[in-house]
């Protein structure tokens, strides 16, 4: 089986259409959040869990309706291709490889994806996380750096907040680009980040400049150069934008 999705955009986030169900395709949720008992998507199954969130709490946080929030407990399941140049997403229950992509270990972390990343010079352990429209950084990273603004964001359980954003070269595997990463309020950074022992999460930037092929069975992810950012060093926002 593989199935390919348009992505509609929604400030920053992925969002698909699969037959008539608005859903939020978010490898940073380990659970994914829906209505009722029980949630399919492709033949594969989740079930409600203690903890979770109705997605209509996730849909006025988001500022947009879903009807699910899909997690790794079922992206876990799929070899999964998000190319935002080309605004598309494809499931495929079998191996799925890309032309040009570089293939490198995938660490995991409670059950969500962990990549490693070089932010100026200092190497750390990130969640890579598609429902993350501003990527995270320790506190102690950002210690003497100007932020370039502020941005507004929410978290499941917490709600909104505001945070600084500071513009800073990451690389991954030697392919550097520029990342605008927020700092989470203290009882967020304390249990997603210092209690799991991330360094940060990355999030809508990673999937602006590259082509992702992530493969959760076989703890793999691939990389591919989207065509507008070779070459360049500034970032390029070519993601097809769509609200609801």
Do not use: W
């Amino acid at each position: 089986m593989i199935k390919t999705f348009e992505i509609r955009a929604f400030d920053h986030h992925i969002i698909i259409n699969d037959n008539g169900r608005t859903l939020l395709i978010d490898t940073g949720s380990p659970s994914t959040l829906f209505d009722g008992d029980e949630f399919e998507f492709l033949g594969k199954y989740a079930h409600k869990g203690i903890l979770s969130f109705p997605p209509d709490i996730i849909s006025e946080m988001l500022g947009t309706h879903i009807d699910a929030l899909v997690g790794c407990d079922i992206l876990k399941h799929f070899s999964v291709l998000i190319d935002c140049g080309e605004s598309s997403i494809t499931f495929s229950d079998e191996e799925l490889s890309m032309t040009d992509g570089e293939s490198f270990p995938l660490s995991s972390k409670l059950g969500l994806p962990c990549v490693s990343l070089n932010l100026n010079g200092l190497d750390g352990n990130y969640f890579l996380d598609s429902g993350a429209k501003i990527s995270y950084v320790k506190r102690n990273f950002v210690d003497g750096l100007t932020p370039e603004g502020q941005e507004g964001d929410f978290y499941p359980g917490y709600g909104h907040f505001e945070t600084p954003v500071y513009r800073i070269p990451t690389s991954i595997e030697g392919h550097e680009f520029p990342v605008s990463y927020g700092t989470l309020p203290q009882i967020l950074e304390l249990s997603l980040l210092n209690l799991t022992g991330a360094t940060g999460i990355i999030g809508h930037d990673l999937f602006q400049h590259f082509a992702v092929l992530l493969d959760l069975r076989n703890k793999t992810v691939q990389l591919r150069v989207l065509p507008k950012c070779q070459n360049t060093s500034e970032y390029q926002n070519h993601a097809k934008m769509s609200e609801f």
